[in-house]
């Protein structure tokens, strides 16, 4: 996936490959770190967690060398598997204390690969949570709402590419010279200031006349902001604009008051527009936000469980549990057939619902 | 034990995961007259699982103390309801090979068979709680009393209820507090059933009982259970996916639930927009009641095709490598459906649909109007299922009596 993004991204992006199997890391398209080399011999993980994390603290001094320097680290990682529900946290964290603002993007696995994969999943969202600024939980299930049942497989991975490629590519123009309205990165590391707050992530792509209105409302329509659980409302928002020659900056201020109108930013709204001529007559716009963390529910005192560090606050993110449990968040999962079934009908069914009207 | 006679007074305590409710009856010529009955908002209960028991305590003793005082009667005794994944079922065997000579059944082969199969230990660290009858096979014919019959050999079957030994002792524990006995454990299928199920029905019958944490099914077939089972999914997961799916509390999903819900997903619920209020003042909202029905009902034949599934999976367990199949033939009078999710609009019409099987809502047979709803079936089955079935038709082997005794001390 990364590898397939790395072309669609400006090259004041650098890129680099993180993973155990070194079959998965081609030679010359971008750095490649072999993570766990000792641990694994390049064998991947076989999905064992915790052969992924001891593989990325084994590099620490090569992860660290990475990181040097760079002022804002995007993680795109896939967790269920060994090597991302592992090392996410990990890399995330050394990141972060290289001075980087860290955004990581997970993908969670699909209902129907079972519930060792879930539950590893789950357990990596919360640690990953804890160690970056802002994390976006990209859901398979949800992925496979938005093409037609009878959509080739590669259909729905194509669609997971297009949204994080999109974000990526938001993102790096933001802070690329040349932009029409232009920020840095300090503001993007202001607006995810409060590690641990939900973090909103919506992209869209409009075409033709009206394509800025067009783009907003697809963006609001986005189905990762519209993920179970996921933030409504958010106090700042970060909306990027890019659009071919064509785009006026009416254009551009009107798609942002839609998305203000949909997701808020009363706080603080920073924006970016910038002209790419490749992109001819589409605009594309994407959506960051970060509210205050929601008020956390007074942890009952499990039997057994050590008393936690009051020096240490534990950041919480709506993870997997509020975003898709509902309810029956911080509840044990209960699984049938492999399927956690608190997690709703429809959504391990991946049936869209009817519009709200 | 059991083995005593009947009171005449007959308390029975429906532990649910979202209400537990308590009836108390004075028995008169094999019928229940009631006395009182108190309902509450279970406390310290999650998906069919006790996760306070200090609180489910206190819950238990204020419905106790109601009942009590209700009446003006001390409650002694209870019958508690047993739901949940947490009583595992499964169908135990005793055989007698009939010496060839004689060729004659008699009452004392019937009582070995029976101590063959109950000699049977239960898994490591999980305690009996019920045996249930089921048919008694004399060379492989189903018969109903063997005795004096010709033949070789004799099987007799039960289907066990057995519960881990701490879970038991914590519900025991939970009533012997306020110095009451629990005289038996009535699992909820089986009670729901009494209390909607008539005898012709019990010739072959699926009764499915929704309750809020997890939904309970039983299986009669020619009068007695073939088998039972639980899955952990019950009414609170409707609520919750509309709360998921629409980004609403838990009251008003469960306030939208009862009053636009449904089973069943139609094409024109899409073109209906429903007010959450309906004075369309400040804060009222609207919904498409086409994602209500859509959500819900696809929740809703989901857990009947695991109950199907479950069916599908025990009935196999029983009768391994048998193509069996759930139809008409084998199930002449269809699902039943009982507890507080069999009032959903067009339930019956989803499980016909999901089960291929006649489908209808069960309401309790009972002389009081207030407890002739959906819902209650399971604590008026209590009361039924306590007098039907005593005394017991089985007398419980020694070791079981004595483990009994020392759970249930005071």
Known sequence: MVTRLSAQLPPEVAVALLDTDARSLPAGTATTLQLGRAQTRGMGTGGEAALGLASAESEEAALRRLFAGIPVVVLVTGLGGGTGSGAASVVAGLAAECGATVLSFATMPFSHEGERRMRQANDATVKLGQKCHGLVVVHNDLLLQQVSPDAPLSESFAAADNWVGGALR????AFAPGALIAVDPAALRSLLSTPGSPTLFAFGVGQGDGAAMKAARAACDCPLAHAPGAVAKVASLFVTVAGGSAMTSTEAFEAVAAIRARFGGETSTVLCARIE??????IEVSVLGASLPAPKAPAKPKKGAKAEDPAQPIFEFATEESMRRGLFGGTPMTFIDGQDVDVPAYIRKAVRLPPAP | MTSKPLPSLIAVIDVGTHKTASLLGQIIDGKARMLSFSERRTDGVVKGTVTDLEKLTQCVHEVVNDIERGSGRAVEQVYLSLSGPAAEGERVKGFVAVPAHDGKITAKDVSDAIQSAKRLEPPEGRATILYMRQPTMLDNRPVTNPVGMAGKRLEVNFWRVTMEEGNMRMRVGMVNGMSIKVRD????????ACATASDADKQGVLVIDIGAGTTDWILYYKEHILCAGSIPVGGEHLTNDLSVALRISRETAEDLKLRFGSAMHRENDVNQTIWKDGDKGVGDQQF????????????????????????????????????????QNMIPSGVILTGGSASLADAAEAVQLVMGLSARVGIPNFENESLRKPEYAGVVGLMTAAITDAPPPVRRPRGFLAQIKELFRL
Not at chain 1, 170 to 173: E, K, V
Not at chain 2, 185 to 192: C, D, E, M, Q, R
Not at chain 2, 298 to 323: C, M, N, S, W
């Open chain 1, 277 to 282: 001529p490749t992109l001819g007559n589409r």
């Open chain 2, 288 to 327: 498409n009641r086409g994602t209500i029905t859509q959500v819900l009902s696809l929740r809703y034949q989901e857990t009947i095709e695991f109950v199907r599934k479950d069916v599908l999976r025990r009935l196999e367990a029983i009768f391994p490598g048998h193509a069996v199949k759930l139809d």
């Open chain 1, 170 to 173: 938001g993102l790096a123009s």
């Open chain 2, 185 to 192: 454990f009535i699992l909820a299928s089986h009670a729901a």
